[in-house]
């Protein structure tokens, strides 16, 4: 009976292959990238040869053209290493198949080859200073003259910028509202494209994030992705994977510190025994593990609707994102509850979980917007 919950042969490879990398390229360093605010670059490329930069861009074009549970697995193996830098491969993962999908055929010969193989690496720009929630309302437009844009405007909290060579643009073509947005790619060379200074972030440090600034940028109408006026179902699409991804390093991350817990805890004496001997330890514990179970039952679900393009898929990717994220951030915090005054250290991991787990209920949504989105949907059902 419980074979339909179990993962496939070919997904526990996968799942495998991500765990051993980990292990290999990035828990051992992961610590001194947060603190030095290092940029893997190297890694990040070592992860696309093993395809895992385009995990669901077509075989066709260059992608290994797996499934959202796939992907989903492969961000939670890196997350128990470092949250931030399998989130930045998520966001490079979510433009690239954007393109891939949407994407002309010139589109695609021109950049995908690059981007599967991480020479080249690609941003989502959606929010901008005064449009975060309320992304329909961007201010950044794109006028046509002749064969190209005129785009003027600024992005902001861009993961990527000013380092990835790539950034897939929301911009206003038309009229205000979701129906006047396009979608538009754009180099970092182009003339009239500059960066704002690295935020100073609580945490995910090992990726820079900076405003993107487009001052009269002309771009090539044949950069398009999609038809003009498409943008925004585009970049909602997109968010579909994306908030299933960060789930999935909410677990990842969340999982690391359960287990970095439960050694800590049975290792630490107090009152003459093991920390871990004392009931309000096990329940705590036992409480951490079954809300985690949850969450990553309900976010495999929801990837297994995404790939099959279920009628529901929206809305179970909200839910599995608000879950995971808020279970994710809640088991963690009570890890370093359990570690103490060393939990507050940073000699010990979970400190800089705790650190990088926070910003997953912001990104991608809100996890307020996403109880909006499940609630409409509920409503419209009824």
Same mark, same amino acid.
């Given at each position: 009976m419980t074979d339909q919950f179990d993962l496939t042969d070919d997904q526990r490879e996968i799942q495998e292959l991500a765990r051993r990398f980990t292990a290999d390229r990035i828990t051992p360093i992961a610590a001194e990238w947060d603190e030095k605010h290092i940029f893997p670059r190297d890694v990040v490329k070592a992860a696309a040869e093993l395809g895992f930069g385009a995990i669901y861009v077509g075989e066709e074009s260059g992608g290994i053209g797996l499934g959202r549970l796939e992907a989903a697995l492969i961000m939670e193996a890196m997350a128990y290493g470092c949250p931030s830098t399998s989130a930045f491969i998520s966001i490079h993962n979510m433009a690239s198949w954007m393109l891939d999908r949407f994407g002309s055929a010139e589109l695609k010969a021109r950049y995908l080859p690059r981007l599967v193989t991480a020479d080249w690496l690609a941003s989502y720009c959606l929010t901008e200073p005064s449009s975060g929630s309320?992304?329909?309302a961007l201010k950044t437009r794109a006028v046509?003259?002749?064969?190209?844009?005129i785009v003027?405007?600024?992005?902001?909290?861009?993961?990527g910028a000013g380092e990835n060579e790539l950034y897939l643009v929301m911009c206003r073509t038309g009229d205000e509202g979701p129906k006047g947005i396009s979608c538009l790619a754009i180099e970092r060379d182009m003339p009239g494209v500059s960066f704002g200074a690295n935020e100073k972030k609580l945490g995910w440090h090992s990726q820079p *994030?900076? &405003?993107?600034?487009?001052e009269e940028v002309r771009v090539p109408a044949a950069n398009l992705v999609g038809a003009e006026g498409e943008g925004f179902r585009i970049a909602m699409m997109g968010l579909d994977g994306g908030r299933l991804n960060i789930g999935a390093c909410s677990l990842g991350g969340a999982q690391r510190c359960l287990d970095e817990a439960v050694a800590y805890t049975k290792d630490r004496k107090q009152f003459g025994k093991p920390i871990a001997d004392f009931q309000n330890t096990q329940f *705590?514990? &036992?409480d951490m593990a079954?809300?985690?179970e949850a969450a990553r039952a309900l976010l495999y679900v929801a990837a297994a609707k995404v790939t099959a393009n279920a009628p529901d898929k929206t809305r179970f990717a909200a839910m599995a994102k608000r879950l995971a994220t808020d279970s994710g951030s809640s088991v963690v915090d009570r890890a370093l509850q359990l570690h103490g005054g060393y939990g507050y250290l940073q000699d010990y991991p979970v400190e800089r979980f705790w650190r990088d787990l926070r910003v997953h209920s912001i990104l991608e949504g809100t996890n307020q917007v996403m109880r909006m989105i499940v609630g409409r949907d509920l409503l419209r059902q009824g």
């Open positions: 309320d992304a329909a046509r003259d002749g064969d190209d844009y003027t405007g600024t992005k902001q909290f861009i993961s *994030t900076r &405003a993107v600034i487009l *705590t514990l &036992a079954t809300e985690l």
